[in-house]
């Protein structure tokens, strides 16, 4: 099957993807998609690798070696070493009501005998307060760090 995405690096991409790589400094997937592109390479200098042979030399799968190309013809090289963010779209347990609520009771005085508001603590008076049946406090913090409220 004749491939449809073809890497074909630069010298100067191949000189960074190589210092990217000895320096140690880059997180483990990004060496990884780096040494990827590296062994992908079908240039001047490049060892043309098959993407089987890459997926079992790295240990990736070969479809994680093929987005890793498309993405670098693509989308270009910084894209192909980065991770793609989630498309994925999470519904909030608190409607405008609701946070309007939690907003409120962040400027109120926190319970008797904390000095301060704690996510935890917040979540729970929600709850208390039957505002919603069941928040976390990660969704509070979310909300507060939303409207740029600091406790």
């Known amino acids: 099957m004749q491939k449809k995405y073809i ?3 630069q010298r100067n991409e191949r000189t960074y993807l190589k210092k990217l790589i000895s320096s140690g400094q880059a997180p483990a997937r990004k060496q990884t998609r780096a040494r990827v592109l590296l062994k992908a390479d079908t240039g001047e200098h490049g060892p043309s690798w098959s993407d089987r042979r890459i997926g079992d030399a790295l ?3 070969i479809r994680t070696v093929e987005r890793i190309r ?3 013809v ?3 090289l910084e894209a192909a070493l980065e991770r793609a963010p989630s498309k994925r779209v999470y519904q909030s347990k608190l409607d405008v009501q609701a946070e ?7 400027q109120q005085r926190p ?8 996510l935890r603590k917040l979540a729970r008076a929600m709850e208390e307060r039957g505002v919603v049946a069941d928040v976390s406090h990660e969704t509070v913090r979310r909300t507060l760090e939303k409207h740029q409220v600091a406790l």
């Open 74 to 76: 693509s989308h270009g």
């Open 111 to 118: 319970p008797q005998g904390a000095r301060r508001w704690s």
């Open 100 to 106: 309007e609520k939690l907003l409120e009771l962040a």
């Open 70 to 72: 498309q993405q670098f």
């Open 7 to 9: 890497v074909t690096l």
């Open 59 to 61: 240990e990736v799968g």
